[in-house]
């Protein structure tokens, strides 16, 4: 008979594992080198915002309302490790790209944590771009989620030209966010 500490353990090491789908390395994808033409379009998609500095609680944003605009669009959750760690340097792109052709989108997986823990989390980081929660899961379906962090960065006519799944650095973040601008240009 297995002690039933050895049972705990075993259980709490296959949750960590399954609960994370983040790779233990980050990757990238990208459209093909001149292949701006047929790159795929976004999938258009409505969240309602947690409060911020920026933003009113309860306030909707679409995609489609950020026509003409380069987007980052992160997809996260509040327990996650890795996501934690990023969203400092997220914020500090948010505030330098202010007021350029970049528009910065946060949207929470809810099933580990709910709304209200996300809502804590923008508080607890000071966070104050366009955050809300995917409620129903359809826009990690959408965007093809299948690790988290995970951020697609759109042109002005949002076509996905990256997807990165994995913590973005600071350095790394401003590099792909020069380049989705640089594409969109």
Not at 24 to 46: I, M
Not at 129 to 136: E, F, L, M, R, S
Request: hydrophobic share 45%; charged share 20%.
């Amino acid at each position: 008979m297995v002690p039933t500490t050895a049972l705990v353990i075993a259980s709490l090491l296959l949750f960590a594992a399954c609960g994370s789908k983040a790779p233990a390395y980050p990757t990238l994808t990208a459209a093909p080198a001149g292949a701006s033409d047929t790159a795929e379009t976004a999938p258009d998609f409505e969240i309602t915002l947690f409060q911020s500095a920026s933003h009113t609680a309860g306030e909707t944003l679409r995609l489609s309302d950020l026509k003409g605009k380069a987007v980052v669009v992160n997809f996260w959750y509040p327990s996650c490790p890795p996501c934690r760690v990023e969203m400092p340097d997220f914020e500090a792109a948010f505030q330098k790209y202010k007021g350029q052709d970049v528009e910065f989108v946060a949207i929470q997986a809810l099933g580990l944590d709910t709304v209200q823990n996300g809502q804590d989390f923008v508080t607890e980081f000071g966070l104050s771009y366009a955050i809300g929660p995917d409620t129903d899961s359809s826009i990690l379906v959408d965007y093809d989620v299948s690790g988290f962090p995970s951020t697609v960065f759109l042109d002005k006519d949002h076509r996905i030209v990256r997807h990165w799944t994995g913590a973005l650095n600071a350095a790394k973040l401003d590099e792909l966010v020069q380049e989705v601008l640089n594409a969109s240009s």
